[in-house]
C-alpha cells in the first residue's frame, strides 16, 4: 500500500489583519477627547455681592497645594498666549517665574483685561502673597478676589 500525500491546508490571515488595522484606526481617529479637568477650588466664603463680567476676565488659579493656574476666557487670546494645543483648557499651569511674563503679554494683546484671582481657601497665604506681588509688580494694581456668597 502506497501512502497518499496528503495535501497542507493554508488560510491567508491577510485580510482579517488589513480588517483589524481598518477598524483600530477608525476608532482612534474618531474619538474625541475630554479636555483635562481645570484643578478644584473651594473659595473662601463673604458677604459681598459684587458680580464679576463675562467678558475680559484674566483668573488666576491657587488650587490647595499652592499650583497656579492661569486662564483668559477668550478663545484666540488664549491660543495666541499658551499656543494652539491649550485653546480648549480652562486654565493652563504656570510657575511663579512664568507668570510676569504671561501677565504682561495678556494685557499687551488685550488691555481691557479684567484680573481675578481664585484661590482655594485652604491654600497657602504666601502662593496668594507671591501671585499678589507679581501682580503689583506687572502695574496690576486693581484685581478682585473670587468668593463664594455666605449662606
Request: charged share 25%.
Amino acid at each position: 500500500m502506497s501512502k497518499t500525500k496528503r495535501v497542507g491546508f493554508k488560510l491567508d490571515m491577510t485580510p482579517m489583519v488589513d480588517v483589524g488595522f481598518l477598524l483600530l484606526t477608525f476608532f482612534m481617529l474618531s474619538t474625541t477627547f475630554k479636555p483635562q479637568d481645570v484643578a478644584e477650588v473651594s473659595i473662601p466664603v463673604s458677604h459681598s455681592a459684587f458680580k464679576l463680567p463675562d467678558v475680559d476676565v484674566m483668573t488666576v488659579t491657587v488650587d490647595k497645594e499652592g499650583s497656579v493656574y492661569l486662564g483668559v476666557d477668550n478663545q484666540n487670546l488664549r491660543g495666541a498666549l499658551f499656543g494652539p494645543q491649550y485653546v480648549l483648557k480652562a486654565g493652563v499651569g504656570v510657575t511663579l517665574a512664568e507668570l510676569p511674563e504671561l501677565l504682561r503679554n495678556a494685557r499687551i494683546r488685550n488691555p481691557k483685561l479684567r484680573t481675578v484671582i481664585k484661590a482655594d481657601r485652604d491654600a497657602e497665604y504666601r502662593v496668594i502673597q507671591s501671585v499678589m506681588e507679581t501682580l503689583q509688580k506687572e502695574n496690576i494694581t486693581r484685581f478682585n478676589l473670587v468668593t463664594d456668597m455666605e449662606k
